[in-house]
């Protein structure tokens, strides 16, 4: 009787009503999800249209590129996501099934997308210690050709290890000698089990190694940022004047970084559950817990490229001007076409 009473509070079932799960499923599933998807969505197209306008001749570019088509894929999962626990669908279906398409369908490949753009966002960081630590020596090393490797590398890498999940629920053709029939069925339980937790354990060290690969290079490029800039303000106020843009990058990532990092403690929080937690799966006695700590994971995420998006149009002139000459090419194409219209209804 103990025994159950303290996994029962364990897992907080006892505090977590089905009326408090509910709210949470719609504020973060449904709400949270569709409104920070659907902005994400705007200005992660956004943001992949202006790199692609600047031109991919850079390694930081290129990166950056990247980045935003991995924080794409990020929110239209969200939007996925919003769409499957929208109160309309909920009504034609039942929520544990809705929890297992997202776990089955939209679970790893938001998975893939999220991993990718944390590995480029400490890419991205890692470059920009070394161009800071090592100015002259890294021009010569990242050159455009070794980012796209970089980037194919890291794509494939993190596709190979989701393969195990998508393997895990595939359907396989079984004879059956009594009914004399062929039917589909699912891999058994065990291998199915030894497939998802290979690949869930495997992008969660990714995700580990990113988050500590970040926070140690932003730390030292945010030291080494310091030293450099004190210097030579102590040298010149020509130099200085000189490298008013490499600073405006260098705090640009910082910020990036620190807003990834802030950002990722929900994610933290879930990945120590989900492996010291004894019972925290979907379906486990911990489900209302697993349940409402996966849908704080979304809308965090989510606010990594929104976050991003601004600090693009504050701190790099190059991306604001770019945006801006975007849209006012689409607003007098608009202006024209509507001019048009009234000539044509003339």
Known sequence: MTTNASEYSDCLNEYITDQILYIVIFVNFFFLNGVIGLLGLVVNVIKIIVFLKLGLRNSTNITFFVLSAADA?????????????????????????????????????????????????????????????????????LKPIVAVVESVTVICVVVAISIPAFISNSQSQVFIENIDQIILKRKEADLRALLESTSFLSLAIIQLIAIGVITFFSVALTRKFLQITKWRHQVSS?????????????????????????????????????????????????????????????????????????????????????TRLIFQVTCSKGQRSQAAVREVKA
Do not use: W
Request: with cysteine.
């Open 238 to 322: 020509n130099i200085v004047t000189k490298t008013v843009k490499d600073k405006r990058l260098v705090k640009m990532v910082i910020f990036i970084s620190v807003s990834f990092l802030l950002l990722s403690i929900p994610t933290l929080i879930f990945l120590f559950l989900a492996v010291f937690k004894q019972g925290f799966i979907i379906g486990g006695r911990c489900n209302k817990l697993y349940t409402i700590m996966c849908s704080a994971i979304f809308p965090t995420d989510g606010l990594n490229s929104l976050v991003s998006f601004f600090l693009f149009l504050h701190m790099s002139s190059k991306f604001k001007s770019m």
């Open 73 to 141: 894929g990020v929110v239209l999962m969200m939007l996925a996501h919003s769409f499957l626990f929208s109160p309309m669908v909920l009504k034609e279906i039942n929520f544990g099934v809705a929890m297992n398409i997202s776990y089955n369908c939209l679970g790893f490949p938001y998975g893939l997308f999220s991993r990718v753009a944390s590995l480029m966002t400490a890419s991205i960081t890692v470059e920009r210690f070394l161009c800071v630590t090592f100015p002259l020596k890294v021009k010569l090393i």
